[in-house]
């Protein structure tokens, strides 16, 4: 079966709020040349011809462009006003919304799109603990946060699995991200028919991946005071997806799944239908998974 490439996938621009507005960044692109259509209301208005943007109907920081635009020169982007990512992996730091003020944590967090996202939500209020394993990836994120103008970070080349939940430090986290690596089998770019012979070798690294996914989980839900954790995936195997969260809530009684975005095209598979899924088919995105995971409130079953 021939998939679409990555390169027909529509390009994404997340406004970065700590510099500019959409409306700034609108004007712009306007005055640069390119004609706005104003807000997309389907997934057919996402696919739009080159010098075309639209505002994305369920993320309100993020416009749409032709597959063909490229931004990596423009100086919008050099200045750190507009981040190129996918509309999925805007979803996490969108979903989880860390009021200004509050203390996170991005546990696996370079090279540092969604970190700079939650600084953006945060309004550069508060503090954002980031962890990484990977020193190279973490020097990347440093330029990119200093580029988008990130000030409440606190970084550290450290294994999130070693971060000490009870720590003074940790005593005020109430948001956790969660994007450790995984097999990365979403990405369009990435995809491709393993032969056979293969598969054993695809099974087993599924299976360590999803044992270390299930490890970050468990830590990220010891942080004392934590309300609630986004974890996701750019993986389309459910062994990463659904079968870690099942495990994690399993092991984890205190805590339930939130039911997200009822607007959005992709459920996450039965029964774990209120996280979400997203694909080039059904979402024009890569492959992604979301789950959004919340402590019971200490008096019954009520949302907080
Ligand atoms: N959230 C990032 C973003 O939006 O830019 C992407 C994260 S990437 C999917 C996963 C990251 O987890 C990698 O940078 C990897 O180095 C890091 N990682 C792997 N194991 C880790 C661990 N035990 N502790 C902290 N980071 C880890």
């Known amino acids: 079966v021939q998939r679409p490439a990555g390169a027909q996938l529509p390009r994404y621009v997340r406004v970065n709020t700590l510099k500019t507005t959409v409306e700034d960044v609108v004007d712009y692109l306007k005055r640069d040349g390119f004609a706005y259509l104003g807000q997309a209301s389907r997934l057919e208005d996402l696919t739009l011809k080159v010098k075309y943007f639209v505002k994305d109907m369920h993320l309100p920081e993020l416009l749409v462009f032709s597959s063909k635009t490229d931004f990596h020169e423009h100086f919008l982007y050099k200045a750190g006003h507009i981040i190129l990512q996918d509309k999925a992996s805007c979803l996490p730091a969108y979903l989880l919304n860390p009021p200004p003020g509050s203390h996170v944590i991005d546990g696996c967090a370079a090279p540092g799109n969604k970190s700079s996202h939650l600084a953006a ?51 005020d986290v109430e948001y956790i991200l969660l994007d450790p690596s995984c097999s990365g089998s979403g990405m369009v770019c990435l995809r491709d028919d ?27 839900l010891k942080f004392p005071r934590l309300k609630r954790l986004v974890y996701s995936t750019c993986s389309v195997h459910s062994q990463e997806n659904e079968k870690v969260v099942a495990a994690c809530l ?48 200490e008096n019954g079953n009520k949302k907080q």
């Open 121 to 171: 939500v945060m309004e550069n209020k508060g503090k954002l603990f980031a962890f990484d394993l990977d020193a190279k990836r973490l020097a990347t994120m440093s330029t990119l946060l200093l580029r988008a103008g990130v000030t409440c970070q606190q970084l550290a080349n450290q294994d999130f699995l070693k971060v000490d939940p009870d720590s003074p430090q940790y005593k």
């Open 194 to 220: 393993a032969s056979s012979a293969d598969q054993e070798k695809i099974q087993a690294r599924l299976a360590s991946l999803a044992s270390f996914q299930l490890r970050c989980l468990n830590h990220g």
């Open 250 to 297: 399993e092991q984890n009684p205190g805590f339930r799944l939130v039911p997200l975005l009822s607007q959005w095209p992709e459920r996450g598979l039965e029964p774990l239908t209120q996280c979400l899924r997203a694909s080039t088919a059904k979402t024009r995105t890569h492959g992604f998974f979301v789950a959004l995971l919340e402590k019971h409130s």
